[in-house]
């Protein structure tokens, strides 16, 4: 990149995009359905992935009451509590939170935030969200199969997922395997988009460091997610290929209900290999966007600059790139030679630097800031504490000696569920609480906002703050029952019963989040132009809910950073990045 | 060799850090250590300057070789990381593939001709490059199924051993990927037959070209995994990663 000096740029006329360029709907089909604008995709893939996250909260319903109130429910057996874990892990990782944050996030803010028209390859971008939907379908059709969904868990094991005695054995993981591999071609594509996007559709003046934070978590995951999921896909391939085709790739010798199989020789430990190549930098798929929202969030709502940009740039690139080198921390337990162990929990424990220098740059936007407690904001604070909170077991588990006593214990639920469910959870609803009225044009309803907070984190507390205790106590994960034994005393049953209907409880606050995004819809808050004063991009359109096109005739032009809130001697305590210096006329020419 | 429990790294890993270092370098060039809140102003950057800045399609066509070479390496990692295991019983290589392989060869040199036809504006070089190219590559895959069939028609089926399974499944890979280059070249044809201007599809024809180009260099590196000429130095890596 070259600077160009001040001087030589009068004269320079905004970058126009003609528009023989964009893509324009004829009918009502391809303006909401087939749509190739990325704000109708975009909140389609959210759409879509709230509704099957709705069927993963139902199952995570299921589950807790049978732990919390074993034997009552007697439609619950055994089989099906392997079914719902399955399905609840699998839904809530890749087809709720991936998608939400890419799809959803991603598509909406990308081309509003750099100050694109729309995303480059708009058609491909469309075909995206089609074969995600597939992708779900196909997942969903699992619960009506013959047999059920799998029942193999998220991490789809070889060899038990595929053997008899797996819940789910035929249809249920053929299936799964294959919607995943839709998935994962439909996620390419619209990874692809947000990639070059953020490349080449950046408008004049928006720099890489001058793109909000949002944008670099975005894309710095959607680089990740190219890379990783191609493991999942070689995976996903193989394994189907043992299943119907008996392969043996990764299925050893064995025999099965006294018969012996033609499996022989294939190795289980390098599925595993394989599954967590992606699987961890997936944690980090996720957390990435939510760091960069929640930096948007606290900015905004505390009236003050991102503290140490810089930083958190350089922060968000360093944990992608280790993320990928981190993997095998999964399979402390699988057996490995004592090196690698020691290289993979230093990685491992290197990467609380990068995530320790974000949580301090936080903590200090918020200082002396003017902190509205607004919604979004709330969220972010949770999102901030949370985020410690999972983060500091994860410091426990990344050592090998205290992570083997520690594994497939009710802690390491407690410690992934606090670290990449409720505090992603936490960043997708400030965000949805600090954009829908750029989306809708008009605010959610705050007296509900309020309630659904304050249910949702007090109760993600109360469910998963004694789960971290069940767990040092040695109760196992993914047991239906965990019936007598001598280390469970009596106070841990009444415990999970507590879980349980606080479980309940925060589920029944979404459904009251859900009422109000379709209420508000029509009868919320006028939001106007620009409701929180912020500084980015994407609240300067000319039209809320921006137009297809995003932007008047013009491109805007960028002159400053996202983050100019409470600068001295300005008229309005934020600056638009749009807003030409002092003495600069609008069309970007020297005076 | 990864032994009990390493990690099957050796092509995926130095694949990710080829990826890194270029990544490295072009963040580098980003001027990461600006200090925006200080800076105000239009500021502009290569990407406005016209000529220097390559089109997003061929950007995007990047970004997705990249991803196409992630999966590749993950599969060549798994490969070398079973064909150490004993049970693996390496299969004749069909003397085919080396046919099969010049014509690959021959389809790679027909695209970057019709490319450079495309430069000098000669349509009718155009047209006899895309099908040349096209043609060759079908004949490619051609090819590749009677390779499968002689394999099976030896008694090496794809579920009898792990390196059966392997062949079949890096071949079929290989040759998808192809078939969705032939996608994009039959479309490029289809443009130039119904009267477009060369300058309409020169990006096309260079794409396709580049495409070509990477199918053809990833189908050199498997076959040399496959006939086993790189076991030394899938040899030699493992043992400097273990």
Sequence with gaps: MVDIPLDTVAGIPPAEVGEVELYHPRSWWTRYVFSQDAKVIAVQYSITAMAIGMVALVLSWLMRLQLGFPGTFSFIDANQYLQFITMHGMIMVVYLLTALFLGGFGNYLIPLMVGARDMVFPYVNMLSYWIYLLAVLVLVSTFFMPGGPTGAGWTLYPPQAILSGTPGQDWGIILMLASLILFIIGFTMGGLNYVVTV???????????????????????????????????????MLLLDRLLETSFFMPTLVEMGELKQYSGGSPILFQHLFWFFGHPEVYIVALPAFGIISDLISVHARKNIFGYRMMVWAIVGIGAL????????MYVSGMNPYFGFFFATTTLIIAIPTAIKVYNWVLTLWRGDIHLTIPMLFALAFIITFVNGGLTGLFLGNVVVDVPLSDTMFVVAHFHMVMGIAPIMAVFGG?????????GRMLNEALGRFHFWVSFLGAYAIFFPMHYLGLLGMPRRYHDIGETAFVPASAHDLNAFMS??????????????????????KGKEAGGNPWGAASLEWQTPETPPAHGNWGKELPIVYRWAYDYSVPGAPQDFVPQNEPPAGWSARGAHP | MVGAGGPPV????LFMAGLAAIAGWWLSQQRLTAKPWLEQGVMV????????SPPAAKIGLGVFLAVVGSLFALFISAYSMRMTMADWRALPMPRLLWFNTAVLVLSSVALQWTYMAARRDDIGGVIFGLCAGGASAITFLIGQLLAWRQLSAAGYFLASNP?????YLITAVHGLHLMGGLVALGRTTAKVWLGAPVAQVRLSVELCAIYWHFLLLVWLVLLGLLTGWTDNVVEICSQLLS
């Design chain 1, 501 to 522: 209907v606080a479980a309940l409880i925060v589920g029944f606050a979404q459904l009251v989040f859900l009422f109000n995004l379709v209420w508000s819809l029509f």
């Design chain 1, 432 to 440: 949805i609480y600090h954009w829908y009225p750029k989306v809708t």
């Design chain 1, 199 to 237: 490349l080449q559709g950046r408008t004049r003046g928006m720099t890489l460091m001058r793109m909000p934070l949002t944008v670099w978590g975005i894309f710095t995951a959607t680089v990740m997610a190219l890379l990783a999921f191609p493991a999942l896909f070689v995976a996903s391939v």
């Design chain 1, 323 to 330: 993320s990928f080198v981190v993997w095998a921390h999964h």
């Design chain 2, 10 to 13: 050796s092509a995926i890993i």
């Design chain 2, 45 to 52: 950057d290569l990407r406005e300057a016209g000529t220097a």
């Design chain 2, 163 to 167: 390196a059966n399974s392997f062949f």
